[in-house]
């Protein structure tokens, strides 16, 4: 099953991809190795066929959500310390800071596929201060975070 992590915040986030390095702009889909191709892409909660906003969970509480499949970011117990996995961590670490400043809340969670209406598992209350490096943002199955500045 695919994993995902999801982000809820009251403002706006960013959607798309981050962290590609194509080898060129007219080559944008040729890469020198692995660790070039290594990527999230951050996807919003906004259905264009419907016109309307739909939640990723029902655990979350803001209107604004993203979803990010994390090939490269696994759960807390299968983390092997991967070049790609720290640099996707360092990209998911970024965009949460970006998107605190921005807001002063977001909610975070991850979850399997189809798995995100369950009960959650583990739920946290957090301070960004206390997370220093971005392993500290992996999480287990169905665990739930509020994040704060």
């Not at 890469?31 to 655990?59: G, M, Q, T, V």
Request: with cysteine; hydrophobic share 35%.
């Amino acid at each position: 099953m695919t994993q995902y992590i999801y982000i809820a915040s009251p403002m706006k986030l960013p959607q798309g991809s981050f962290g590609l390095n194509p080898v060129s702009s007219e080559q944008s889909n040729v890469y020198k190795s692995e660790l070039d191709f290594a990527h999230l892409y951050f996807e919003n909660n906004y259905d264009s066929e419907r016109k309307r906003k739909f939640s990723y969970s029902p655990h979350f509480s803001f209107a604004h959500q993203v979803a990010v499949y994390v090939n490269y970011i696994p759960f807390k117990y299968r983390l092997k310390g991967t070049a790609e996995e720290e640099k996707c961590l360092e990209i998911l670490y970024s965009y949460l800071e970006e998107a605190l400043h921005s807001s002063g809340v977001v909610e975070y969670f991850t979850s399997l596929n189809g798995k995100e209406d369950l009960e959650i598992l583990k739920r946290r209350n957090v301070r960004w201060m206390e997370l220093k490096t971005p392993y500290d943002l992996v999480l287990e199955d169905r665990e739930f975070w509020v994040i704060t500045l």
